[in-house]
């Protein structure tokens, strides 16, 4: 009998669980977006946005809603109007009007959610010179009417966030602090005029009037010894590209690439050593880098300010011993960065020059620093040096062919590109 009325019950709960569903899991049926409108009216401003799932299990059960703006696929229609992040969270790059899409599966094949994001106004965020960087920052001059090339960097808060200052309407000029030593014009070259004892030093300055930060100076030393013998050639600087607080990687396993350029005492002065130094990062628990000077997004367990990890190449020249270049990685997961890779090219060394790709997006002239563009995943982008003054001394060795012109890149990664002018 307990036998009989136990199957009984068994058959109850079943039929029961037929009509109403009970045995059935939740299912997703829609996704709503919140706002289902938004407005960014600043390039480079944010918005973020939240993801809904309505789930149901069938029968006379009631539907229910959960937060899925983490689990959901995240895209913008038009990335170049703005991009979004894996949390939701859109950057806006241009004006105009883009669809923000959530997707994730359901029972039946993918549920979207979709929403409208409108950039309304063109207006940049304001951008102001934060330092001035002289390359190289020390030089020697052995005789009377010999020459050296400066070099004016400037660092800025926002993109293209290094730039070269020559040409710049703001740039008040350069100064040698002992023009009976040494003179130097507005392009930045130094001429020896005199020195009366075994060696004279003067202080060249690069100033720069900010409409915002005001006037900001950098400053390199020039060495006149007309009675000493030239020197050998040596490494005297390591400038890496691209320079301190101007690359973020905003997703874990994602990676960017640093180029090392040596300053030398005698021609050539410039040359591209990334394989010639030893890397390392400071934390390697943010960002590893390896012997080829990239460097690979590891994590970032506390606020995204305190996420750097800073990124050294070294040598020991047999001339002037050890010498070190220093910058730095920002890690910043969920960011709301593009998802484009980045393009950055750099034009260094004492002469000058345009590099543009193909296709369109890179155009940089004089030298320097401060071209960036961003291409479609895997793309290839062809770039040409055009020397202005002096000869192309080359590429960085991750632009192939780096001793031809023109070469190429392969977007599958951030990458920095330097192109030498000599």
Not at 150 to 173: D, Q, R, V
Request: hydrophobic share 35%; charged share 5%; aromatic share 6%.
């Amino acid at each position: 009998m307990m036998f009989y009325r136990l199957v009984l019950c068994v058959a109850a709960v079943a039929v029961a669980c037929f009509v109403t569903g009970c045995s059935q899991s939740a299912r997703l049926i829609s996704i709503q977006i919140t706002p289902a409108t938004a407005s960014i009216g600043t390039l480079g401003g944010t918005s973020q946005f939240t993801a809904i799932g309505t789930y149901s299990k069938g029968g006379s059960h009631p539907t229910t809603t959960q937060n899925i703006t983490d689990e959901a696929t995240w895209a913008s229609s038009s990335t170049g109007v703005a991009t979004i992040s894996s949390s939701g969270l859109a950057t806006a790059f241009a004006v105009g009007t883009t669809t923000i899409t959530a997707t994730m599966n359901g029972s039946f094949g993918p549920v979207v959610g979709t929403a409208t994001l409108n950039v309304t106004t063109g207006v940049p965020l304001q951008r102001e010179l934060t330092a001035i960087t002289i390359i190289p920052s020390s030089q020697t001059l052995n005789t009377i009417g010999g020459t050296a090339q400066f070099i004016a960097i400037g660092s800025f808060n926002a993109p293209p966030t290094t730039e070269n200052l020559a040409g710049n309407p703001n740039f008040l000029g350069w100064v040698s602090s002992e023009a009976s030593v040494a003179s130097i014009n507005s392009s930045g070259l130094a001429t020896a005029v005199a020195c009366g004892t075994s060696s004279c030093v003067t202080t060249i300055t690069a100033s720069y009037l900010d409409p915002v930060s005001g006037t900001i100076i950098g400053t390199a030393s020039l060495t006149v010894s007309p009675g000493s013998p030239p020197l050998q050639r040596a490494l005297s600087a390591i400038t890496l590209l691209p320079g301190s607080n101007t690359q973020t990687l905003y997703t874990i396993g994602e990676t960017s690439q640093f180029i090392a350029i040596g300053t030398y005492t005698a021609a050539p002065t410039t040359a591209d050593i990334t394989d010639a130094v030893t890397w390392a990062s400071s934390d390697t628990g943010i960002a590893t880098i390896n012997s080829s000077g990239l460097t690979t997004a590891v994590a970032c367990g506390a606020p995204a300010a305190s996420c750097i990890s800073n990124i050294t190449a070294s040598t020991t020249d047999p001339v002037s011993g050890f010498i070190i270049g220093t910058s730095n990685i920002t890690v910043e997961p969920n960011g709301g960065g593009s998802n484009l890779p980045s393009l950055s090219v750099y034009l260094v060394g004492a002469g000058t020059g345009t590099v543009v790709s193909s296709p369109v997006g890179i155009n940089c002239s004089g030298s320097g620093a401060g071209c960036t563009a961003y291409f479609p995943q895997g793309s290839t982008v062809k770039l040409t040096a055009t020397p202005s003054s002096g000869s192309f001394g080359g590429w960085s060795a991750n632009c192939t062919p780096d001793n031809g012109n023109p070469c190429s890149a392969t977007m599958n990664t951030n990458q920095t590109v330097g192109a030498i002018f000599n």
